[in-house]
């Protein structure tokens, strides 16, 4: 125990003489030399008492990494290299899993009538929250929901939940991994509701399963104020797929909330990962007789009857008779008063999938290659004005963590201008060399080179893009001509990702 406590203590004093030294640097020449002589010259303190030591002690040295804000950028540096270095350090003695809570509040459930919940990784010194809502498809009628409760019942139950999570992505706590949120206090709310996050239904004995997406988040963000969000300064709900779309659907709301329990000062915002779906067109109708091939429009439709689900006011008023279409981002992100980032594909599997366009199987046709690059096109077009990154790996050779930091700078710089709580939208244009607003150029499928590696799905080899593209079906010489240059010069371009 003594062992274990005694590593702690030297990682905080470390940080603390980390955080002063360039204060003291700066006084005199000579580096770190002359650094450590002038702490060589400190007066000697007094010895304290057991007493003084147990209140005054490394546990009660309050690290708040949000007192630094005009001054980003320099912290950031000093901190991540610091973290990095005390990093092996302090993941060996400190639990770095998140840990379940089931709510208190039983009538809030997931779609079985199971107890609802979260998991909580804290960080005592932070005053920053990540609410990060889990994705996973929906169902939209007593069929689809039993289906989906037969194959997915995880998204549809707390039975099995384990006890522990281990964040990765924007949920690590490795500042390797997690450059500007590792140390944020983390929150991962588990999805199943089957409802993207929007329902307020309760089973009963007439229905066969519960809707209750958009209350599960307010009884969590209700619980986490006594866990130290009252304190908050900023509050980021993120989301991937079906929990994306939940960030657009509920972000506002607990923006809101806050301000009614009288916690003006929090900063709302929202993170929006590959949930930002079209209505248009499918390559081919079918029948809506299952989620992967019904028209996104028509399950929606369906969906929401269905779930009693809810959308934010502003975008209902602005859609009277179509409030289905505030599931879709380029109908609610106008009306939302948060400001939201948006991280998306332009060819997302999901969409193509439920346009039935499948990238497996039986290679593509002319016209199915013509359809994708319309579908990327038309995603550009929706994501013109809104702060986004339309790729998880690096576009114009910025990474989706620098993007972030950006965003984040630039609402920092407008604080002034708003003081309500979703700030304003309308925020000041990137600083020189921090750009957040960035959309891939390239046409096809997987042509940035830094995309994730492409497996052959029955030898399990890795496949070049050009390998890819030629294995559904996608003909150079074809499409050569119609770009009007050579087929060398295409499969060059292809190969670079250009």
Request: aromatic share 8%.
């Amino acid at each position: 125990f003594g062992g274990e406590s005694g590593t702690v203590r030297s990682c905080l004093l470390l940080l603390f003489i980390h955080m002063s030294a360039p204060v003291e640097a700066r006084r005199v020449r000579g580096g770190r030399a002359q650094t450590r002589r002038i702490q060589q010259q400190q007066p000697q303190q007094p010895q304290q008492t057991p007493e003084q030591q147990r209140v005054e002690g490394p546990e009660s040295f309050p690290l708040d990494f949000t007192a630094v804000e005009s001054n980003m950028d320099n912290f950031m540096v000093q901190v991540k290299n610091l973290a990095q270095s005390l990093y092996s350090c302090s993941a060996q003695k400190l639990d770095q899993d998140m840990k379940l809570h089931l709510l208190s509040n039983l009538s809030v459930t997931c779609n079985d009538g199971s107890s609802s919940g979260f998991y909580i990784k804290e960080s005592k010194g932070s005053r920053r929250w990540l609410l990060f809502l889990e994705g996973g498809w929906y169902c939209f009628n007593k069929q689809t929901c039993s289906s989906r409760y037969e194959t997915m019942r995880n998204l549809m139950s707390s039975t099995k939940w384990p006890q522990s999570r281990r964040g990765t992505g924007i949920l690590s706590p490795d500042p390797e991994e997690n450059p500007h949120w590792w140390n944020a206090n983390m929150v991962f709310i588990p999805y199943c509701s089957s409802d993207v996050w929007s329902g307020a239904t309760p089973k009963t004995e007439h229905s066969d399963y519960a809707f209750m997406g958009s209350l599960i988040i307010k009884e969590v963000v209700k619980e986490l104020l006594t866990k130290g969000l009252d304190k908050a300064k900023v509050l980021l709900l993120a989301g991937s797929s079906a929990g994306g779309t939940g960030v657009l659907l509920n972000v506002d709301g607990v923006a809101e909330q806050l301000q009614a329990a009288g916690h003006r000062g929090v900063r709302v915002r929202g993170l929006v990962d590959s949930g930002w779906f079209l209505d248009n067109k499918q390559y081919k109708t079918t029948d809506c007789l299952d989620t992967v091939s019904c028209a996104p429009t028509e399950a929606i439709k369906r969906g929401v009857r269905y779930w009693g689900g809810l959308v934010p006011e502003n975008c209902r008023q602005a859609h009277v008779g179509e409030e289905w279409s505030c599931f879709l981002g380029y109908k609610v992100y106008p009306t939302l008063k948060s400001p939201v980032f948006v991280i998306q594909w332009l060819f997302d599997e999901a969409q193509l999938t439920v346009d039935n366009i499948h990238l497996t199987g039986q290679p593509l046709h002319e016209a199915q290659w013509r359809y994708i690059q319309n579908l990327g096109q038309e995603l550009r077009s929706t994501l013109r004005d809104i702060p986004n990154w339309t790729n998880k790996e690096m576009v114009k050779g910025t990474s989706l963590p620098r993007a972030l930091h950006c965003w984040d700078r630039s609402l920092q710089s407008t604080l002034h201008l708003n003081s309500s709580h979703g700030l304003n939208k309308h925020r000041t244009p990137p600083s020189r060399g921090c750009p957040f607003h960035l959309m891939d150029s390239c046409p096809w499928p997987h042509c940035n080179p830094s995309c994730p590696t492409i497996r052959d799905q029955l030898t399990g080899q890795e496949m070049s893009v050009v390998q890819f593209l030629k294995h559904m079906g996608f003909d150079v010489q074809k499409m050569a001509q119609q770009q009007g240059m050579d087929a060398k010069r295409l499969l060059g371009m292809l190969s670079n990702g250009s």
